[in-house]
């Protein structure tokens, strides 16, 4: 079944999720259809040039399901490919993410602000740009937090491993006196509430995901591309990993319980599923 009339949104894996649900909840008469590339997560420690393959390959796929929009909703791919892929496809409308740095720098009083994203999203030149657009007389400390895409991966958004990691990052951060933390990873908003309980309130914790939705629909509006304005959108979400596993673990993340299929990452193109 082919739909012209879909969003396609991707990530490495779950992270996307957290900008697909604002998505939802701001769209709800959208079709979304989600990609998480399980079978190659983490991107974050690949050559971008290698993410750059994934996310073309991906773009491709949605396209040929029908997609009017893409929302490339991973920092690491957006930092690898966005720019290719505008060029690439230039009749197709893309959004994607970049680090929150410019509300931080608007926001924090005390002059300290802390980016938390992949070392690929840290390499490339879109992180540079932002922080050299928007950040002049802010001092702003970063962290990769090795380990944590895989942690929640796993499903293990609040065991000690996972705490360990985030306290590793996070205690120096205050130390120098961060007060706002951007979640520049779509994996990150997943454990909040743990990074919360580490920085303790006087921390504003920014996820992008709304403001992202929030970009979506000025997009669409002005091309004219807009959905129903009514709820009864579909979501379907298609994993190159285990499908089984996720379709299990989205209850838990998100509380939700959307269809999960399985999309094989073959020779250069993803396969669709039996339906
Ligand atoms: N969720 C992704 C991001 O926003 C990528 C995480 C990864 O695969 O390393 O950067």
Redesign the pocket.
């Known amino acids: 079944m082919t739909s012209t009339d879909l969003i396609g949104v991707f ?3 779950v ?2 999720l957290s900008v697909l649900r604002e998505i939802h909840r701001q769209l709800p008469g959208e079709n979304l259809l989600f990609v998480a590339d399980q079978a190659h ?5 690949r050559p971008l040039e290698e993410v750059r393959v994934f996310a073309e390959v991906i773009t491709r796929y949605l396209l040929s399901r029908g997609a009017k929009l893409i929302v490339v909703a ?4 957006s930092a690898a490919a966005l720019s290719y892929l505008r060029q690439r496809f230039p009749k197709t409308p893309f959004v994607g ?1 970049e680090p929150a740095v410019k509300p931080a720098a608007e926001r924090t009083q005390s002059g300290v602000v802390g980016v938390l ?2 070392p ?2 840290f390499q490339g030149k879109l992180y540079a740009s932002v922080v050299d657009r928007f950040a002049q007389g802010v001092t702003v400390l970063q962290d990769v937090c090795p380990g944590l ?1 895989e942690q929640i991966e796993r499903g293990e958004l609040t065991s000690p491993a996972t705490a360990a990691i985030l306290e590793r990052a996070l205690r120096p951060m205050l130390a120098q006196g961060v007060d706002c933390l951007v979640m ?4 990150y908003p997943f454990v909040i509430p743990l990074i919360e309980e580490i920085v303790g309130p006087g921390v504003e914790v920014i996820d992008p995901a709304p403001a992202v939705a929030r970009q979506v629909e000025r997009v669409l509006r002005a091309r004219g591309l807009q959905g129903k304005a009514s709820g009864g959108g579909t979501v379907r979400v298609l994993t190159t990993g285990d499908a089984a596993k996720l379709r299990a673990f989205l209850p838990r993340l998100l509380g939700e319980r959307w269809p999960v299929e399985a999309l094989g990452f073959g020779e250069g193109e993803l396969e669709a599923p039996e339906t």
């Open positions: 990530d490495s894996g992270g996307g997560v983490p991107y974050g420690s991973c920092n690491t791919a993410m994203a992949t690929a999203t895409v520049g990873c779509t994996h």
